[in-house]
Nanobody, 115 residues
Framework: QVQLVESGGGLVQPGGSLRLSCVAS????????MSWYRQAPGKQRELVAS???????NYADSVKGRFTISRDNAKNTVYLQMNSLKPEDTAVYYC?????????WGQGTQVTVSS
């Protein structure tokens, strides 16, 4: 079992920035991939960004150039730096971790972009 705890969400104006954090209960060196997903009201959950243990990253087209995912395996933590936020980025953001064939989810953190 892996517990994931997200933090860093909140209300921000368009064009602003937020940094999300997700701390895992297991060593980051045991987690093959850590990702951020989001789900807006009435929409399906979608992948925002992912980072593998080997250092590869992947981003949704809608956030490329604005969001940056990073991992600190020594701290069992994955971050999502979000810049130039838009109203359409409003969603609940979920941390996801893959360990071998098992997948784990955090409880989610709300991000609201509004003036």
């Amino acid at each position: 079992q892996v517990q994931l705890v997200e933090s860093g969400g909140g209300l921000v104006q368009p064009g602003g920035s937020l940094r999300l954090s997700c701390v895992a209960s297991r060593s980051g060196f045991m987690i093959s991939a850590m990702s951020w997903y989001r789900q807006a009201p009435g929409k399906q959950r979608e992948l925002v960004a992912s980072a593998t243990l080997g250092g590869s990253t992947n981003y949704a087209d809608s956030v490329k150039g604005r969001f940056t995912i990073s991992r600190d395996n020594a701290k069992n933590t994955v971050y999502l730096q979000m810049n130039s936020l838009k109203p359409e980025d409003t969603a609940v953001y979920y941390c996801n971790a893959r360990v071998s064939t098992s997948v784990y989810w955090g409880q989610g953190t709300q991000v609201t972009v509004s003036s």
